[in-house]
């Protein structure tokens, strides 16, 4: 679930390695800009709606 950097590993979505968990910003990439960490939870969150509404059909 983490590299050895201790950062969770995510796919081009923000899903982690497990299934239905996603995660942005730092815990991914370590210390960067806030700009990094808001882009990164806007694409983090639209992932998340989609997934939710593939899963409730």
């Known amino acids: ?22 995660a942005a910003g730092d815990v991914v990439t370590g210390p960067l800009t806030v700009v990094h960490a808001v882009q ?10 989609r997934y939710v509404q593939a899963q409730s059909r």
């Open 1 to 22: 679930m983490g590299n050895a950097k201790g950062l969770l590993i995510v796919d081009e979505n923000q899903m982690s390695t497990v299934d239905g968990v996603f």
């Open 40 to 49: 990164a939870a806007k694409q983090a969150a639209e992932t998340m709606d």
